[in-house]
């Protein structure tokens, strides 16, 4: 154990736990690769967990952000600034339908519920539907929210007038279907859901296009057109909970762009400002309007982050991220695929653009987190970093800076296979797991 990791375990709560059984401990950063103390090079396939968005200490980003840190670091919300201003203006822009009115914190967990806070405030209500497998952060009422009970520390949010519906987990289809003929009834079921689990009374569905956290699980394209309009007719927003998906994560601007839905409010943080701390909601003035306070986050708005998210918004259109996310995601795609048809433990892949999950399983669909567990440490010592999610904790998670190459995902592909290579000769008991794709058909995603 080196003196860092040893020094980890005694300074900080034993909750925060690092990946790797021997923890790596980075030191650099630059493009898609990151350094560690020992001058070991890795190429980052997680990117600070989907926030390193157009890469390691990009250049326009850190010129940014040191320009404002040498100008004024810190005006709190008493006084205006400029950054604010244009970032605001920037998100009303690129979002959309008639959102316009932004409120800035440091983190998701603030943003959802800042967002939350809104829909209650302009609805005059309190009831909340979210999705089952999501995450929404680590308050109170972000734990409500989320729908996975290893992170609601201690039963956190559980009294909160909040209730989960079905998610559309097509490999897992809870009505037992395979997405070429399932009729969607998990969304269907979002009517019987509401007046069977609920007062009828909502303030807002709030919901991840593709969960994150929850393994990357990636809905049918139908499942938000069918599942908001319900939600709407008893009185709810819809909030959209980008924090993953947004800007270009998808091969899309934001991932509800592949849904054919609008929200009331949406949520983003991760990805936004490349890795300063950064949560933004955004609502229609008419939601805005109800949110009148007094409120102050004294961070929130903070120039620095906001010269950071202008930069990486600058990035992202002037290189063509958006676009190049979506091609590399179908190289990558490709390449995964292939992977599962030779290694079937891989027995679903799923996602979109750059944001591509690969779920680990045995017989039965039987999850198998240890696989997973072993297969990251396996791809760490060929230099790949990739990350781990899923209720069951089996679903390895890709999602590299936006700027990848094509050589970069030929590399994280070698990586990947080499990996499950010696997992199939190490472990013979696997090499008859039969496979158990789906057919995902039209639905492909
Ligand atoms: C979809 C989603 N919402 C909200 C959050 C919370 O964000 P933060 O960790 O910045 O509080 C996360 C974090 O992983 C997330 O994935």
């Known amino acids: 154990m080196n003196v860092t990791e040893q020094k980890h375990k005694q300074y900080l709560v034993p909750g925060v736990q690092p990946y790797y059984q021997e923890p790596l401990v980075l030191v650099e950063g630059e493009g898609r690769h990151v350094t560690d103390v020992q001058g070991n090079r890795y190429l980052d396939f997680f990117g600070g967990i989907l926030t390193v968005s ?201 991932g509800i762009d592949h849904y054919g839905v609008t929200p009331d409010i949406m949520v983003f943080a991760k990805g936004l400002a490349n890795g300063m701390p950064i949560g933004a909601s955004i609502a229609t003035p008419e939601v805005a309007s109800s949110y009148r306070g007094p409120t102050i986050s004294t961070f929130g708005g903070n120039p620095v982050a906001m010269e950071a998210a202008l930069a990486t918004l600058d990035v992202i259109a002037t290189e063509n991220l958006v676009e190049n996310s979506r091609l590399m995601g179908e190289k990558l795609r490709t390449g995964l695929e292939a992977l599962a048809d030779r290694y079937p433990i891989l027995g679903d892949v799923r996602g979109k653009g750059l944001m591509q999950g690969l779920e680990f399983v045995r017989h039965d669909k039987q999850p198998a987190a240890d696989l997973a567990s072993e297969f990251l440490e396996r791809t760490r010592e060929r230099g790949l970093l990739v990350g781990k999610g899923g209720l069951y904790g089996n679903v390895i998670r890709i999602a590299p800076p936006l700027t990848l190459s094509a050589h970069e995902v030929a590399d994280g592909l070698q990586a990947m296979g080499d990996a499950l290579g010696t997992l199939y000769q190490d472990h013979p008991e696997i090499r008859d797991v039969p496979a158990t794709r789906i057919d995902y058909g039209a639905r492909r995603h």
Request: aromatic share 8%; charged share 15%.
């Open 54 to 254: 157009v890469g390691h200490a990009h250049p326009a980003v850190t010129a940014a952000i040191t320009a404002q840190a040498g100008r004024l670091l810190h005006a709190s919300a008493l006084y205006l600034t400029e950054s604010t201003v244009r970032l605001a203006e920037r998100l009303a822009a690129l979002t959309p339908g008639t959102l316009q009115q932004s409120f800035f914190t440091t983190s998701g967990t603030e943003a959802n519920e800042t967002a939350i806070m809104m829909a209650q405030q302009s609805t005059g209500r309190q009831e909340v539907v979210a999705l089952r497998h999501s995450y929404s952060g680590r308050s109170q009422v972000a734990m409500g929210l989320t729908g996975q009970a290893e992170w609601k520390l201690g039963g956190a949010g559980m009294a909160l007038p909040i209730r989960h519906a079905h998610n559309a987990y097509c490999y897992r289809c809870p009505f037992g279907k395979t997405p070429d003929r399932c009729g969607l009834e998990c969304a269907k079921d979002m009517e019987e859901f509401i007046r069977t689990s609920t007062s009828n009374h909502l303030a807002a569905y709030l919901a991840e296009p593709i969960q994150g956290v929850g393994g990357f699980i990636t809905p049918p394209e139908e499942f938000f057109q069918e599942t908001v309009p319900i939600a709407k007719k008893y009185g709810a927003l819809f909030i959209d909970d980008e924090v993953q998906t947004g800007f270009g994560r998808t091969g899309k601007m934001f």
